[in-house]
């Protein structure tokens, strides 16, 4: 039996030492998924709208990844409410958005020429998409300036899925900065 040895990258010889629950200690500088997509790949974009959704229960976001080989992940909401509101995030919508206003989303790298692939449109009432399934309902406060929601394992939108928003409260002004990366599946853990 022949044993596996890792040694050090710079010609030392030195070989990597291993706990006995048989973890390599290591002394790393690392850098988030996120900080990688953006710095290294500049695939990390921003999403900026306003919307006063009309009435309780209107969709007012719509998002689709159209890029076939990678997957879309929110990470983080900005949120702007004029008054206390509510907001549900669903997933896997179906159907063709009616009433929707384009937003380009912005990349995150200045100067590079790159664009997210997907189709992004905010509006008051958005029509012809089918529920999804709830993934989170989260409330803002009113009077505490912009509120960041951070979903810390990423809300995972795979090529030709959806995620859409629904306002709670309804008629009530939302400024919204949504920050979304592309991320091939084969690049995880």
Known sequence: MTDTVIRDGTG???RARIGSDNRIFSDAVTASRLHISNHVYQDAYT???????????????YLENSNQSKD?????????PAAEEGIEIRLGATGTPVDGTPVAPANRTAGTGRTG?????????ITGISNGKLANRIYFPSGQGSVDWECPCGLVVPANETLTMYAVNGSIKLNIDMLFEFHKPENTL
Do not use: D, M
């Open 47 to 61: 999403a900026v709208f306003e919307v006063t959704p009309g009435s309780p229960g209107n969709l007012f976001f």
């Open 117 to 125: 692939q997907a189709t992004v449109e905010y509006g008051t009432n």
């Open 72 to 80: 879309l992940i929110v990470w983080t909401l900005g949120v702007r």
């Open 12 to 14: 030392t010889g030195s």
